[in-house]
């Protein structure tokens, strides 16, 4: 799918009369230096690479405790996105959950992403209507 998008990208080129040559070059380079991220990242393949991802963090999920486990997913969330901070940026790790059901194209990374979601069975069909552009769908 994804090879499919740059080759169509590609064919596009040469039939876009309002870019002068030095574009269509900056573009193919730009294009050729693109990464696809497509499935799930390798640490959740692994039981113990996963626990490791939430061993001595506070994202304890509680049964009876909704808005306080809101709160410490927010806290866990924010101390990630903290800790990245100091991290050099990986290109080739994932930004997105593999659950996602979107495909991402990250501007700032040349990257797309597409999740191991979006290529599961669509939610919505024929006795459904989408109620949201956020994509929630209900029961006719």
Not at 2 to 29: G, M, Q, Y
Not at 81 to 105: C, G, Q, W
């Amino acid at each position: 799918m994804v090879i499919s998008i740059e080759t169509a990208l590609k064919d596009s080129f040469d039939r876009l009369t309002w870019f002068d040559h030095p574009t269509i070059t900056s573009a193919l380079k730009k294009l050729n230096a693109m990464i696809a991220l497509t499935g799930f990242s390798d640490d959740q393949l692994y039981a113990e690479s996963l626990e490791a991802l939430y061993t001595n963090r506070n994202c304890l999920v509680e049964s009876s405790d909704f808005f306080g486990n809101l709160l410490r997913i927010g806290a866990c969330n924010t101390e990630t996105a903290f800790n990245k901070l100091n991290e050099i940026v990986d290109r080739k790790s994932p930004t997105m959950p593999s659950h996602a059901v979107t495909i991402y194209f990250d501007q700032t990374q040349n990257k797309t992403e597409v999740p191991v979601g979006i290529l599961s069975r669509p939610s919505s069909t024929a006795t459904t209507r989408i109620i949201s552009t956020s994509g929630a769908s209900v029961p006719y």
